[in-house]
């Protein structure tokens, strides 16, 4: 093994671990399943830094072994939300390497929703309703307190009344026109921390339902006027939310015109874009 000794550099940091394990799960009772089909990354901090320095692998718990780990505990797991099952990788990985200092889990869960047959749930079908993912990740240094992030992704939204936008700064590049009625499509992406282990299942669902109603009900001045609004209900709605993170493109529809064709357009017929888009994100927390 060539040794690097010279001295001249030094790892910051470094982790590694397994990203994109998926995993689905289904929970077989009389009659009825359910499902659940989450994507984990697993990561490791640690003694690893002999492994980049002169390639000695002897701390090095393989990524494969951590992927064969979500799939071992996930067998016998009890863990109905996935805060829960990252606290059990967590504590499994632990407690076998104690060259490990600190383990983030991340995970992903896809929208399966149960059919809907004849008016009634289906036992043993489901639908993917959207693309939209909830998200959780858990961290835990060895000698620290739990760290717990939840979240969701690409939940695609779009409102067609009470959205403008106008006042605005204008130069000679400026060529928007000011809008008291314009449609909104977005894809939302929050994450948000709580102070402690919670109310994990309940509380996800109280957060992203305020985040829906004030999207829909918000008199939008921007984008980032509602996403303020939808950070600011989260955190009035779930004290144990201590900051939000939001980030929310404006897929812009833009309005077609149809004068050329002797028609008029009242505000009824858009092109849906999806590049260039705007980008908006905040982070709000208690003061
Ligand atoms: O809600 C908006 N915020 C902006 O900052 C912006 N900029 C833009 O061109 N359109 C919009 N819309």
Not at 25 to 47: F, I, M, N, P, Y
Request: aromatic letters at 8%.
């Amino acid at each position: 093994m060539a040794e690097l000794t010279d001295a001249k550099f030094e790892i910051v940091a470094n982790r590694y671990g397994k990203s994109k394990v998926r995993l689905l799960k289904v929970t077989r009772a009389e009659g009825r399943s359910d499902v659940h089909e989450w994507t984990v990354q697993v990561l490791l901090r640690g003694d690893f830094e002999t492994a980049h320095t002169v390639g000695d692998n002897s701390k090095i718990v393989t990524t494969d072994t951590m992927k064969n780990t979500v799939y071992s505990l996930a067998r016998w797991s009890s863990a109905t939300t996935m805060e829960e099952f990252a606290e059990e990788l967590i504590e499994h990985l632990l407690r076998r390497n104690e060259q490990v200092s600190s383990v983030r889990v991340h995970i992903e869960a896809a929208l399966w929703k149960r059919l809907t047959v004849d008016g009634k749930e289906h036992p043993d079908t489901f639908m993917r309703g959207s693309n939209e993912v909830q998200t959780a990740t858990v961290e835990q240094a060895r000698a620290g307190e739990k760290k717990f992030i939840a979240g969701f992704a690409n939940l695609q939204l779009l409102k067609t009344a009470n959205s403008a936008f106008s006042g605005f700064q204008r130069d000679e590049l400026t060529t928007l026109p000011e809008t008291r009625d314009r449609v909104f499509g977005t894809a939302v992406d929050a994450k948000w921390t709580y102070s402690g282990p919670v109310e994990f299942a309940a509380m996800r669902k109280a957060a992203r339902e305020v985040m829906l109603k004030v999207f829909a009900d918000h008199m939008s001045e921007s984008v980032q006027h509602t996403l303020y609004a939808m950070a600011d209900a989260a955190l009035e709605a779930v004290a144990e939310i201590t900051e939000i993170e939001l980030a929310m493109p404006n897929k812009h529809c833009l309005l077609v015109d149809l004068s050329k064709f002797g028609q008029d357009n009242p505000n009824q017929i858009f092109v849906p874009t999806d590049e260039p888009h705007g980008y908006i994100e905040a982070r709000v927390r208690r003061k």
